[in-house]
Nanobody, 118 residues
Framework: VQLQASGGGLVQAGGSLRLSCAASGWTFGTLVMGWFRHAPGKAREFVTAIRWRDGQTDYPDGVKGRFTISRDNGKNTVYLQMNSLKAEDTAVYYC????????????WGKGTQVTVSS
Protein backbone atom coordinates (compact mmCIF):
# COMPACT_ATOMS: atom_id res chain seq x y z
CA VAL A 1 0.00 0.00 0.00
CA GLN A 2 1.35 3.37 -0.98
CA LEU A 3 0.03 6.73 0.18
CA GLN A 4 1.08 9.80 -1.75
CA ALA A 5 0.32 13.12 -0.09
CA SER A 6 0.63 16.58 -1.55
CA GLY A 7 -0.49 20.15 -0.94
CA GLY A 8 1.52 21.32 2.04
CA GLY A 9 3.17 24.70 2.18
CA LEU A 10 3.41 28.05 3.89
CA VAL A 11 0.32 30.13 4.62
CA GLN A 12 -0.52 33.07 6.83
CA ALA A 13 -2.73 32.67 9.85
CA GLY A 14 -6.36 32.77 8.85
CA GLY A 15 -5.60 31.33 5.44
CA SER A 16 -6.45 27.99 3.85
CA LEU A 17 -4.68 24.98 2.42
CA ARG A 18 -5.87 21.75 0.88
CA LEU A 19 -3.99 18.50 1.23
CA SER A 20 -4.53 15.51 -1.02
CA CYS A 21 -3.61 11.87 -0.57
CA ALA A 22 -3.94 9.08 -3.08
CA ALA A 23 -3.85 5.43 -2.06
CA SER A 24 -2.57 2.74 -4.40
CA GLY A 25 -2.07 -0.96 -4.06
CA TRP A 26 -5.09 -1.32 -1.79
CA THR A 27 -6.54 -4.81 -1.94
CA PHE A 28 -8.75 -4.83 1.14
CA GLY A 29 -12.49 -4.56 0.84
CA THR A 30 -12.79 -1.87 3.49
CA LEU A 31 -10.88 1.37 3.85
CA VAL A 32 -10.43 4.19 6.30
CA MET A 33 -8.17 7.08 5.35
CA GLY A 34 -7.19 10.15 7.27
CA TRP A 35 -4.50 12.40 8.64
CA PHE A 36 -2.27 12.68 11.65
CA ARG A 37 0.12 15.50 12.38
CA HIS A 38 3.32 15.89 14.33
CA ALA A 39 4.65 19.21 15.53
CA PRO A 40 8.11 19.66 17.05
CA GLY A 41 8.10 18.99 20.78
CA LYS A 42 4.54 17.63 20.72
CA ALA A 43 2.99 14.22 20.56
CA ARG A 44 1.64 12.89 17.32
CA GLU A 45 -1.97 13.99 16.98
CA PHE A 46 -5.01 12.57 15.20
CA VAL A 47 -6.47 15.15 12.81
CA THR A 48 -9.32 13.39 11.05
CA ALA A 49 -10.40 10.26 9.20
CA ILE A 50 -13.16 9.08 6.90
CA ARG A 51 -14.58 5.62 6.34
CA TRP A 52 -15.05 4.78 2.71
CA ARG A 53 -18.13 2.63 3.14
CA ASP A 54 -20.42 5.19 4.71
CA GLY A 55 -18.51 8.46 4.82
CA GLN A 56 -18.35 8.57 8.60
CA THR A 57 -15.82 11.10 9.82
CA ASP A 58 -14.27 12.17 13.08
CA TYR A 59 -12.49 15.32 14.18
CA PRO A 60 -10.92 16.33 17.48
CA ASP A 61 -12.15 19.56 19.02
CA GLY A 62 -9.03 21.45 17.97
CA VAL A 63 -9.86 21.26 14.26
CA LYS A 64 -13.61 20.71 14.27
CA GLY A 65 -15.36 23.38 12.24
CA ARG A 66 -12.15 24.43 10.50
CA PHE A 67 -10.97 21.23 8.80
CA THR A 68 -13.00 19.06 6.45
CA ILE A 69 -12.08 15.67 5.05
CA SER A 70 -13.65 14.36 1.86
CA ARG A 71 -13.09 11.47 -0.50
CA ASP A 72 -13.14 10.66 -4.18
CA ASN A 73 -14.17 7.04 -4.42
CA GLY A 74 -13.05 6.56 -7.99
CA LYS A 75 -9.56 7.82 -7.31
CA ASN A 76 -9.01 6.36 -3.82
CA THR A 77 -8.09 9.88 -2.83
CA VAL A 78 -8.86 11.91 0.25
CA TYR A 79 -8.72 15.65 0.61
CA LEU A 80 -8.19 17.71 3.74
CA GLN A 81 -9.51 21.23 3.43
CA MET A 82 -8.00 23.37 6.17
CA ASN A 83 -9.52 26.80 6.79
CA SER A 84 -8.90 29.48 9.39
CA LEU A 85 -5.43 28.11 9.95
CA LYS A 86 -3.61 28.96 13.15
CA ALA A 87 0.05 28.97 14.04
CA GLU A 88 -0.55 25.90 16.22
CA ASP A 89 -1.61 23.96 13.13
CA THR A 90 2.01 24.05 11.99
CA ALA A 91 3.20 20.45 11.75
CA VAL A 92 4.16 17.66 9.43
CA TYR A 93 0.91 16.10 8.21
CA TYR A 94 0.83 12.38 7.49
CA CYS A 95 -1.69 10.61 5.33
CA UNK A 96 -2.78 7.35 6.94
CA UNK A 97 -4.92 4.35 6.04
CA UNK A 98 -6.30 1.23 7.61
CA UNK A 99 -8.85 -1.46 6.93
CA UNK A 100 -11.12 -0.42 9.79
CA UNK A 101 -9.37 1.62 12.47
CA UNK A 102 -9.81 5.37 12.84
CA UNK A 103 -7.00 5.97 15.28
CA UNK A 104 -4.53 3.10 15.13
CA UNK A 105 -3.75 3.35 11.45
CA UNK A 106 -1.56 0.62 9.98
CA UNK A 107 -0.31 2.42 6.88
CA TRP A 108 1.50 5.74 6.84
CA GLY A 109 2.64 7.91 3.98
CA LYS A 110 5.48 10.38 3.94
CA GLY A 111 4.64 13.61 5.64
CA THR A 112 4.00 16.96 4.10
CA GLN A 113 4.95 20.15 5.91
CA VAL A 114 2.30 22.73 6.75
CA THR A 115 3.61 26.00 8.16
CA VAL A 116 1.27 28.72 9.37
CA SER A 117 2.90 32.08 10.01
CA SER A 118 1.39 34.36 12.62
Amino acid sequence: VQLQASGGGLVQAGGSLRLSCAASGWTFGTLVMGWFRHAPGKAREFVTAIRWRDGQTDYPDGVKGRFTISRDNGKNTVYLQMNSLKAEDTAVYYCVADRNAFYGMAFWGKGTQVTVSS
